[in-house]
């Protein structure tokens, strides 16, 4: 999405030439390949716990953090495995995001209509207010001390996390299309008129 936002408002002109099918092919492969190197490498760090008490995860999917609470044996290597993959996938992905933004904002610094940057301006004021929610999820979940670990505070932020910020995804991005907002408005009118 980053670099969609960019490729859209820096290279406007060029967007079909460089967002081509193939690119989108490579990009979409690249975070698949990903997401299967660090699934086995948590898988693979598993496989060495042990598990002498209860095997009921205390939490709403089965993540990560909940089930080295279970665990009896020495979670170190894992807690290191994780908080190394955690900080090159969430920190490469941030530094892109950030990186991509900072050549957007110094082209919305060079648009001269108010009409333009307005509309450029809201074209990725959503998706980086999307980046920060989830990102500042992530990092409070993944990257803090074992010591500060809590249960039942991580259930609300694995929540917000997993599916709060996806519902809002599409309610947010379709808020932004001007026949949305109109049937919103007739709705709210009708409502307020009705009450």
């Keep these: 999405m980053a670099y969609d936002g960019y ?3 820096c290279n406007l002109l060029l967007f079909t ?3 081509s099918r193939q690119l989108c092919k490579q990009l979409v492969t690249g975070v698949y390949a990903v997401g299967v190197v660090d699934s086995m490498i948590y ?3 598993t496989f060495r716990l042990s598990f ?3 095997k009921i995860i205390n939490h709403f999917f089965c993540d990560v953090l909940p089930l080295l609470a279970l665990s009896c044996s020495d979670t170190r290597v894992n807690e290191i495995m994780m908080f190394a993959s955690m900080s090159c996938i ?3 992905s941030l530094v892109t995001v950030l990186l991509s933004y900072v050549y957007v904002i110094s082209t919305f610094l060079q648009i ?3 009409k333009g940057r307005h509309k450029a301006i809201s074209t990725c004021s959503v998706h980086l207010t999307f980046v920060v929610l989830y990102f500042g999820t992530l990092f409070f979940m993944y990257l803090r001390p074992t010591s500060s670990y809590s249960m039942d505070r991580d259930k609300v932020t694995s929540v917000f996390y997993t599916l709060l910020i996806i519902m809002l995804n599409p309610l947010i991005y379709s ?4 026949e949305v907002k109109d049937a919103l408005r007739k709705a709210m009118n009708r409502l307020l008129t009705n009450s």
């Design 90 to 92: 969430v920190l490469s």
């Design 52 to 54: 002498c008490s209860s």
């Design 17 to 19: 030439v460089t967002m």
């Design 43 to 45: 898988t693979c760090c």
């Design 112 to 114: 001269r209509s108010a």
């Design 175 to 178: 808020l932004r299309n001007t």
């Design 7 to 9: 490729v859209a408002i």
